[in-house]
T-cell receptor
Framework: DAGVTQSPTHLIKTRGQQVTLRCSPI?????VSWYQQVLGQGPQFIFQ???????GRGNFPDRFSARQFPNYSSELNVNALLLGDSALYLC????????????FGNGTRLTVT | KNEVEQSPQNLTAQEGEFITINCSYS?????LHWLQQHPGGGIVSLFM???GKKKHGRLIATINIQEKHSSLHITASHPRDSAVYIC????????????FGKGTKLTVNP
């Protein structure tokens, strides 16, 4: 079985632009979570989606949004990019919506110039 | 103060040594995850536990709910164990919101 796949792997954007990151969970997994990891820091929770509904949101501005599709894949959108949005964006999938082992993708490295 | 604290921040060991990484948390959690992150960013989930002890190969994880403390032990450490180890708690509530520690960078020298 394929693991969690994220695309693209790397991305360079300029300030003010918009970006869409994509995540495909492991087959059968209905929960997808998104995390931001700034260099040298631990990850920070952004969103969780389960069965196509938002189940949790971290302390991120409204510029960050996400959705989950009927096939359980997910997109993370960030509008009006700031330099501080430069980070590794990680997606994780799990079978159920909580207290279930997490499977992480390799992440998307976003650089905002 | 971070809700999840790890110690030490950095750890250097010689191959074969017994390693212990500690994690303390101040929030109510329903489960504790231990994660391994290699250079390049990919994260692998090592353990998820809510009580007691789990073992997988040379890795052992324990948790004490009353003391809000968890430890990750590596026996007979090897250079390939070099990585950042992160503990994260699932906060009590209706989502899989993880609260992460800042990680422990482990270097095992041959």
């Amino acid at each position: 079985d394929a693991g969690v796949t994220q695309s693209p792997t790397h991305l360079i954007k300029t300030r003010g632009q918009q970006v869409t990151l994509r995540c495909s969970p492991i087959s059968g997994h209905k929960s997808v979570s998104w995390y931001q990891q700034v260099l040298g820091q631990g990850p920070q929770f952004i969103f969780q989606y389960y069965e196509k509904e938002e189940r949790g949101r971290g302390n991120f501005p409204d510029r960050f949004s996400a959705r989950q599709f009927p096939n359980y894949s997910s997109e993370l959108n960030v509008n009006a990019l700031l330099l501080g949005d430069s980070a590794l964006y990680l997606c994780a999938s799990s079978l159920v919506y909580r207290d279930s082992p997490l499977h992480f993708g390799n992440g998307t490295r976003l650089t905002v110039t | 103060k971070n809700e999840v604290e790890q110690s030490p921040q950095n750890l250097t060991a010689q191959e074969g040594e017994f390693i212990t990484i500690n994690c303390s948390y101040s929030v109510g959690i329903s489960a504790l995850h231990w994660l391994q992150q290699h250079p390049g960013g990919g994260i692998v989930s090592l353990f998820m536990l809510s009580s007691g002890k789990k073992k997988h190969g040379r890795l052992i994880a324990t948790i004490n709910i009353q003391e809000k403390h968890s430890s990750l032990h590596i026996t007979a450490s090897h250079p390939r164990d070099s990585a950042v180890y992160i503990c994260a708690g699932t906060s009590q509530g209706g989502s899989e919101k993880l609260v992460f520690g800042k990680g422990t960078k482990l270097t095992v020298n041959p």
